[in-house]
C-alpha cells in the first residue's frame, strides 16, 4: 500500500504540472465516505494553494440531506478547511442547479436496456459551472458500488452534485436492471448514463476543466485502512485503472455462501436505513439461501435521508421487486420519487434471505412506520441482543455449529460474494 506521503507526492506532481489558478473548487464526500481518504487529499490542496488561489470546498451529498450532526462529521472529515471555504449544494434547489441538456428518450430506452424511456434533463450545481472557475478537483474513492457499478469519476460530478431528477433515473435504472447485474461491474447502465451526461456537458463551453482524483482503499489484516493506489487525470482511463484494481482488491469471492453475515456499521456514518442499506446490498451475493444478514447500527435513528424518502420507507417498506412496482402503478408520489422506489427495490430480500436490524431505537423507528402490508421487510431488535451474541466475534469468516459466519466491520470498502453468484 501507499503511504500517506506518497499519495501526496502524487499530488503535488499533479499540482506542479498545472498552470497557475486563480480559483479552484474540490468536488469531495460527505462523511459517510470519511475512510476515502479524500478529507486528507481535499484539506492538503487548499493548504497547498491558498495562499496564491482562492479555493473552494463542496460536498457532494446527493440526495443526502444533513442535519446538525451530519454537519458536525464533515467538518471534522474536513477540519483544516475553513466553513468559509464552504459552497453547499441543494439537488432540489431549481435556482442553484445549472442546465446542461436533455437526455433524450430514445438514448435513455438504449441504455436501460428497453426498460425505460422518458427524457432526463442532466443538472448540476450551478456554482461548479457559474463560479469561473480554472480548475475543478473532483476526489473520491473508487469502489464498488450499488447503483453505479463501481462508486466515483463523473458520479462525484452528475450525482454528489447533481440535480434530484437525474439522480432518481441513474438509481431506477440500475433497480431495472437488478442490483446483482450492476454492483461490481465497471461499464454497468448507469455509467453509461454517467457517460451521456459527461458528453453532453462537454459541449457545454462553460463547463469547467475537471481532475479526477481517485484512490482505491483497503483494510489489512490488522484492521488498518490504507491506500492500495491513487490515480489523477481528466480521462475515463483514469476510472478504468482505478476500478479494475478495486475490483482485485475489493472484491471478495468465497467458494460457498454464508449461512449468517454480520456487519457494525460506525454510529457517526450510517444513521438512516438509506445508508445503512450497504450492509444489505454488499453482502447479499454472499448470503445463503435462507441465511441472515445481522445488521449492528448504533446510529441508526431514521428512515431515509430526507423527509420523503422516510414518508415513503415508512409507507411501504421493504416489498420486493413486484411490490414496488405495483406501488409505482397507483401512487404519485412515488412516480416523482423513483430513486426511492429504486432504493425499496435494492434493500428488499425478495424473500431469499433475512435481514436482523440491532439498534438503540428500533421502537422509535417502528412507530415511524405505517406499513401498506404490515411490515418492513426486516427484524428491528435492541443494540443489547447484539452484543450479547456477537461482541466477541472478529473480523473474518469463523463456523458457528457447522454455519458458515463471515463479519465485517464496514461495508463501504467492499464487496462479498460467492465465486458462484453473477
Same mark, same amino acid.
Given at each position: 500500500?501507499?503511504?500517506?506521503?506518497?499519495?501526496?507526492?502524487?499530488?503535488?506532481?499533479? %499540482?506542479?504540472?498545472?498552470?497557475?489558478?486563480?480559483?479552484?473548487?474540490?468536488?469531495?464526500?460527505?462523511?459517510?465516505?470519511?475512510?476515502?481518504? #479524500?478529507?486528507? &487529499?481535499?484539506?492538503?490542496?487548499?493548504?497547498?494553494?491558498?495562499? $496564491?488561489?482562492?479555493?473552494? %470546498?463542496?460536498? !457532494?451529498? /446527493?440526495?443526502?440531506?444533513?442535519?446538525?450532526?451530519?454537519?458536525?462529521?464533515? $467538518?471534522?472529515?474536513?477540519?483544516?478547511?475553513?466553513?468559509?471555504?464552504?459552497?453547499?449544494?441543494?439537488?432540489?434547489?431549481?435556482?442553484?442547479?445549472?442546465?446542461?441538456?436533455?437526455?433524450?428518450?430514445?438514448?435513455?430506452?438504449?441504455?436501460? *436496456?428497453?426498460?425505460?424511456?422518458?427524457?432526463?434533463?442532466?443538472?448540476?450545481?450551478?456554482?461548479?459551472?457559474? /463560479?469561473?472557475?480554472?480548475?475543478?478537483?473532483?476526489?473520491?474513492?473508487?469502489?464498488?458500488?450499488?447503483?453505479?457499478?463501481?462508486?466515483?469519476?463523473?458520479?462525484?460530478?452528475?450525482?454528489?452534485?447533481?440535480?434530484?431528477?437525474?439522480?432518481?433515473?441513474?438509481?431506477?435504472?440500475? #433497480?431495472?436492471? /437488478?442490483?446483482?447485474?450492476?454492483?461490481?461491474?465497471?461499464?454497468?447502465?448507469?455509467?453509461?448514463?454517467?457517460?451521456?451526461?459527461?458528453?453532453?456537458?462537454?459541449?457545454?463551453?462553460?463547463?469547467?476543466?475537471?481532475?479526477? %482524483?481517485?484512490?482505491?482503499?483497503?483494510?489489512?489484516?490488522? /484492521?488498518?485502512?490504507?491506500?492500495?493506489?491513487?490515480?489523477?487525470?481528466?480521462?475515463?482511463? !483514469?476510472?478504468?485503472?482505478?476500478?479494475?484494481?478495486?475490483?482485485?482488491?475489493?472484491?471478495?469471492?468465497?467458494?460457498?455462501?454464508?449461512?449468517?453475515?454480520?456487519?457494525? %456499521?460506525?454510529?457517526?456514518?450510517?444513521?438512516?436505513?438509506?445508508?445503512?442499506?450497504?450492509?444489505?446490498? $454488499?453482502?447479499?451475493?454472499?448470503?445463503?439461501?435462507?441465511?441472515?444478514?445481522?445488521?449492528?447500527?448504533?446510529?441508526?435513528?431514521?428512515?431515509?435521508?430526507?423527509? &420523503?424518502?422516510?414518508?415513503?420507507? *415508512?409507507?411501504?417498506?421493504?416489498?420486493?421487486?413486484?411490490?414496488?412496482?405495483?406501488?409505482?402503478?397507483?401512487?404519485?408520489?412515488?412516480?416523482?420519487?423513483?430513486?426511492?422506489?429504486?432504493?425499496?427495490?435494492?434493500?428488499?430480500?425478495?424473500?431469499?434471505?433475512?435481514?436482523?436490524?440491532?439498534?438503540?431505537?428500533?421502537?422509535?423507528?417502528?412507530?415511524?412506520?405505517?406499513?401498506?402490508?404490515?411490515?418492513?421487510?426486516?427484524?428491528?431488535?435492541?443494540?443489547? !441482543?447484539?452484543?450479547?451474541?456477537?461482541?466477541?466475534?472478529?473480523?473474518?469468516?469463523?463456523?458457528?455449529?457447522?454455519?458458515?459466519?463471515?463479519?465485517?466491520?464496514?461495508?463501504?470498502?467492499?464487496?462479498?460474494?460467492?465465486? #458462484?453468484?453473477?
Amino acid at each position: 500500500m501507499l503511504s500517506d506521503s506518497e499519495v501526496f507526492k502524487k499530488v503535488d506532481t499533479l %499540482l506542479s504540472d498545472l498552470s497557475p489558478m486563480r480559483r479552484v473548487l474540490l468536488l469531495a464526500p460527505d462523511a459517510t465516505r470519511s475512510s476515502s481518504f #479524500a478529507g486528507e &487529499i481535499a484539506s492538503y490542496i487548499y493548504h497547498k494553494l491558498i495562499d $496564491r488561489t482562492d479555493v473552494h %470546498l463542496t460536498p !457532494t451529498v /446527493g440526495t443526502h440531506e444533513p442535519d446538525e450532526k451530519d454537519w458536525r462529521s464533515i $467538518r471534522e472529515m474536513y477540519r483544516d478547511i475553513p466553513e468559509s471555504a464552504y459552497k453547499l449544494h441543494e439537488h432540489d434547489e431549481v435556482a442553484g442547479l445549472y442546465d446542461l441538456g436533455v437526455l433524450p428518450d430514445d438514448e435513455i430506452l438504449r441504455i436501460s *436496456g428497453g426498460e425505460f424511456a422518458a427524457p432526463v434533463p442532466v443538472q448540476v450545481n450551478r456554482n461548479l459551472v457559474e /463560479g469561473n472557475y480554472d480548475q475543478v478537483f473532483s476526489i473520491g474513492q473508487v469502489v464498488p458500488h450499488e447503483v453505479m457499478g463501481f462508486a466515483n469519476y463523473d458520479k462525484n460530478v452528475f450525482i454528489g452534485a447533481g440535480g434530484k431528477n437525474f439522480i432518481d433515473t441513474s438509481h431506477w435504472i440500475s #433497480a431495472l436492471c /437488478g442490483i446483482d447485474n450492476v454492483l461490481g461491474k465497471i461499464d454497468s447502465a448507469p455509467r453509461q448514463l454517467l457517460d451521456a451526461a459527461s458528453a453532453l456537458a462537454k459541449r457545454d463551453p462553460r463547463f469547467p476543466s475537471v481532475h479526477y %482524483l481517485l484512490t482505491v482503499r483497503g483494510q489489512s489484516s490488522a /484492521g488498518d485502512i490504507g491506500t492500495h493506489d491513487f490515480f489523477c487525470g481528466t480521462s475515463k482511463e !483514469t476510472f478504468y485503472r482505478a476500478a479494475k484494481l478495486s475490483l482485485r482488491e475489493n472484491c471478495h469471492a468465497s467458494n460457498q455462501p454464508y449461512q449468517q453475515v454480520i456487519v457494525r %456499521l460506525n454510529e457517526k456514518k450510517y444513521r438512516s436505513f438509506w445508508l445503512s442499506n450497504k450492509a444489505i446490498y $454488499r453482502t447479499r451475493r454472499a448470503i445463503a439461501t435462507g441465511g441472515t444478514i445481522h445488521v449492528i447500527a448504533p446510529g441508526l435513528d431514521r428512515l431515509g435521508e430526507n423527509e &420523503i424518502q422516510s414518508k415513503l420507507i *415508512g409507507k411501504y417498506g421493504y416489498c420486493g421487486t413486484q411490490g414496488v412496482k405495483q406501488i409505482l402503478q397507483i401512487d404519485p408520489e412515488m412516480q416523482a420519487n423513483v430513486g426511492v422506489a429504486a432504493h425499496l427495490i435494492h434493500g428488499s430480500t425478495e424473500n431469499r434471505f433475512h435481514v436482523r436490524y440491532y439498534t438503540h431505537h428500533s421502537s422509535e423507528l417502528l412507530s415511524a412506520c405505517r406499513f401498506a402490508d404490515g411490515q418492513l421487510g426486516y427484524s428491528l431488535e435492541d443494540i443489547e !441482543t447484539a452484543h450479547e451474541r456477537f461482541s466477541e466475534l472478529t473480523v473474518g469468516e469463523s463456523f458457528n455449529a457447522d454455519q458458515r459466519r463471515l463479519v465485517i466491520d464496514d461495508p463501504g470498502l467492499g464487496l462479498w460474494i460467492t465465486k #458462484a453468484s453473477p
